[in-house]
């Protein structure tokens, strides 16, 4: 075999070999789409009041409240669901890093992003003072009538044409 013979040959086979390559990663790519379009987070209140399911894509599949419901502080409860709201949506992209981690192995952008999950949602939930909500007066909205007297329209009276 000649030399340009062989030099092509080795180039003929690099193609093959990056085209094994590259399907073999557009498969890995398919599977960690469809791994990430049926991912969903899940998180229940430490007091088991609420129990939230969202999607991949962040949006709340589901809320759940237990039997206590009934004897929860409205407040307490606003603030519990919205908590517990943020807590699924985070285990949502955490599981979501797991698939792409799956697929693609460690690397220096999943870790910052899943350290920035932490840094912004913690892995604690916020622990705010329950505030008694606090009976709210009504606002009295008292409205004045003025009568207008008009004088009345004489002939000599300019008035603007605008």
Known sequence: ??????????RIEAID??????RLRAESYQRMAEGLKDVVGTATSGDGVVTVVAGSDGAVRSITF???VR????AALSSTTLRT???ARVDAARRQAE???SVLGDTKLLDQVLAEDRRGFGDEPPHEPLREPQ???PRVVRRERRV??????TAYQSRPAW
């Open 99 to 101: 698939v792409v981690r």
């Open 17 to 22: 070999t990056a085209a094994a390559d590259n």
């Open 85 to 87: 709201i943020a807590s």
């Open 148 to 153: 207008v007297e008009e004088e009345p329209e």
């Open 135 to 137: 009976a709210i007066a």
């Open 71 to 74: 004897t929860t502080d409205p």
């Open 1 to 10: 075999m000649t030399e340009s013979a062989d030099i092509l040959l080795r």
């Open 66 to 68: 237990g039997a206590a």
